[in-house]
């Protein structure tokens, strides 16, 4: 039996409820949704998709009125990737300029980079200390020093865990009237996040990570005045409206086209209730408790280099790693013979590992979830342990 150790690539085990809602829908409801008649099976369609906006927008602080904003706000999409590109691609025009950090993921670099190789952006990259925290000092007279469109940007790095500090350098993008897109791949559903509090022009987040959900899940919630100045990339059927032959201007239907992931947002409407049943604090204490044992251990192994913050504060539980003299790859490789699970190389970000020192060679990446225990912290440093010493022998 192996020891799962890479949730910050994914999320698993998911709680029981999550498959089982996906199969309900397979083997008892299954209708399309807004395309047939009132009937039960569509009316219980309808209800499940809604449900799971309204958790998701009061979970990640949607606009509009009251705790739970307003969920048609909220637009689903098949991963955070698909969603960043929906925003950027949508959004930016010929002869603007974007701000990003050096800690991005390739979903935010690789349509930036694209962008401006193709001379329609202007891209500036706001530089970030050796632990991956933003450099606020730089970001600031960036901002002071002439005019820029949009900034996107990491609420947490998916290499290093480091958490950035985005009230902060939300005041700052909204006191210089920059609109602020923020990835929350690695944060949503594990710290709090008010999208409209922070004055966010869009929150992209993905359901199958720290929202327990499954693979093939993800969305974005919108300022409704910046979303009326993205295009949508995909137009088509989106069961309302049917007498346009344009694409509906109104939420959600405007970046809905087609039949979404309907047994994906079963389980994922699953996987909210769940967390509101757990409560998010809780699972955030566990997952912080567990990474600070980890850490403890790791720090006392001999020749560990780990990149980012030392301490358990201002991260998440996502710790890279290279034990001197030995290739994270083949460490990885012997851990996953000994039963643990974890992520070598340069987990897409490679601009991130730049500036942490860690390119080219990457870093064996660990990150513990809410599923895992003590007991399992404790075996896997035994391993690491041991698979770096037979390794040595090796050589």
């Known amino acids: 039996m192996s020891v799962y150790l890479n949730n910050a690539s994914t999320s698993w085990p998911k709680p029981e409820t999550v498959p089982a809602a996906m199969m309900n829908f397979l083997t008892s409801g299954g209708a399309n949704l807004a395309r047939g008649t009132s009937s039960g099976r569509d009316m219980k369609t309808m209800n499940c998709v809604l449900d799971c906006r309204t958790r998701l927008s009061k979970l990640l602080g949607g606009y509009g009125y009251g705790e739970s904003g307003q969920p048609l706000n909220v637009t689903f999409c098949s991963n955070i990737t698909e969603a960043l590109n929906t925003v950027l691609l949508g959004f930016l025009r010929q002869g603007m300029s974007v701000l990003t950090s ?20 202007r891209l500036t990259l706001i530089p970030s200390e050796s632990d991956g925290l933003m450099d606020l000092k730089s970001l600031r007279d960036t901002l002071a020093s002439g005019h820029f469109d949009l900034m996107v940007m990491a609420h947490a790095s998916n290499v290093c865990g480091t958490i950035q500090p985005v009230e902060e350098i939300a005041g700052m993008c909204r006191k210089a009237g920059v609109p602020l897109v923020l990835d929350t791949a690695q944060t949503a559903g594990l ?135 030995l290739d994270n790859g083949i460490l990885a490789g012997k851990l996953s013979q000994m039963g643990f699970e974890t992520r070598p190389g340069l987990h897409c970000a490679p601009s991130a590992h730049r500036t942490l020192g860690t390119f080219p060679q990457g870093a064996l990446r660990v990150s513990p979830g809410y599923f895992n225990t003590l007991r399992d912290i404790d075996a896997f440093l035994d391993a690491l342990s041991s698979a770096a010493a037979e390794l040595k022998r090796g050589e």
């Not at 780990?306 to 991260?315: P, V």
Request: hydrophobic share 40%; net charge negative.
């Open 102 to 121: 050096s800690m991005e993921h390739n979903a935010v670099m690789r349509p930036l980079r694209t962008m401006e190789r193709n001379g329609i952006i």
């Open 191 to 325: 710290l709090p996040l008010k999208a409209k509090s922070l004055g966010l022009a869009a929150l992209c987040f993905t359901g199958h990570k720290s929202l327990m959900g499954p693979q093939g899940t993800g969305g974005i919630v919108w300022d409704p005045e910046f979303a009326a100045r993205v295009s949508p990339l995909v137009t088509g059927g989106t069961g309302s409206y049917s007498h346009l032959e344009f694409q509906p201007e109104d939420l959600p239907d405007r970046f809905e086209s087609g039949t979404p992931n309907l047994p994906g947002i079963a389980g994922l409407n699953a996987a909210l209730a769940w967390m509101e049943e757990e409560g998010t604090e809780n699972i955030l204490l566990r997952e912080k408790s567990l990474g600070s044992h980890l850490l403890g251990g790791l720090l006392s192994i001999n020749g560990m280099e780990l990149a980012g913050k030392q301490g358990i504060d201002g991260r998440l539980p996502v710790f890279p790693l290279n034990i001197r003299g």
